[in-house]
């Protein structure tokens, strides 16, 4: 049975490379913030390019944070994408022209600028996920696409337990995804790195 995710449509940027790679994998995808799609959905897929404060904005004009918070709050799968990563911890350090926004909070941290020679990271990266991950079973040593200034570079914590962190580095290392039951993440954009990327959303549709 092919399994229905939302992508939640928030104004992020172009997200049809998303979408095209979802269906690649067998995904029937909705591009949408209409509640009843975004909460009855198998998988929910937050997308984020930009700027931190812009994208919990952009959410919040489409009642996002609570859809999201909603579908955490009752176990079902959610998984955020570079900033639609970042948005799950407390806050970001991230300058704004606008409101300085505090995230979801469904992980404590706060989201930092890379400290590296040459910011923002862009291109390939290997990542070093834990043993036992589902998201990278078989990837241990793949590289995936990243294009980011921020990002997070403390293990995520949750009512005082650690999820599984899957580490990368530019410059100094940061977290590149999270595995917490049904909620995952990752700082790279699985859309962008080819054939390592669609192994990665099959292995996440494979579990919804």
Same mark, same amino acid.
């Given at each position: 049975m092919r399994r229905r995710v939302t992508v939640l449509d928030y104004g992020s940027g172009n997200v049809r490379s998303v979408v095209?790679?979802?269906?690649?994998?067998?995904?029937?995808?909705?591009?949408?913030?209409?509640p009843d799609a975004v909460l009855r959905a198998d998988g929910l897929y937050v997308p984020g390019v930009g700027n931190f404060h812009a994208c919990v904005q952009g959410l919040r004009a489409v009642?996002?944070? %609570?859809?999201? =918070?909603?579908?955490v709050a009752a176990g079902a799968p959610v998984l955020g994408?570079? @900033?639609?990563?970042?948005?799950?911890f407390q806050g970001s350090v991230?300058?704004?022209s606008g409101p300085q926004e505090q995230g979801i909070g469904h992980w404590s941290g706060?989201?930092?600028r890379l400290q590296a020679p040459v910011v923002p990271h862009m291109g390939w990266s290997q990542v070093a996920p834990p043993e036992g991950s589902d998201l990278f079973a078989g990837l241990e040593q793949e590289r995936?696409?990243?294009?980011?200034s921020y990002a997070a570079d403390e293990a995520p914590? %949750?009512?005082? =337990?650690?999820?599984?962190?899957?580490?990368?580095?530019?410059?100094?290392?940061? @977290?590149a995804a999270v595995e917490d039951g049904p909620v995952s993440a990752?700082?790279?954009?699985?859309?962008?790195?080819?054939?390592?990327?669609?192994?990665?959303?099959?292995?996440?549709?494979d579990r919804l």
């Open positions: 095209r790679m979802l269906e690649r994998v067998g995904a029937e995808v909705s591009l949408t913030s209409q009642d996002g944070l %609570r859809l999201v =918070r909603e579908r994408v570079c @900033v639609g990563m970042q948005v799950l991230e300058p704004s706060t989201v930092h995936f696409y990243f294009v980011h914590t %949750r009512a005082g =337990r650690a999820p599984a962190a899957t580490w990368a580095e530019h410059g100094g290392r940061f @977290v990752t700082q790279f954009h699985p859309e962008k790195s080819g054939d390592a990327g669609a192994q990665l959303l099959s292995s996440w549709l």
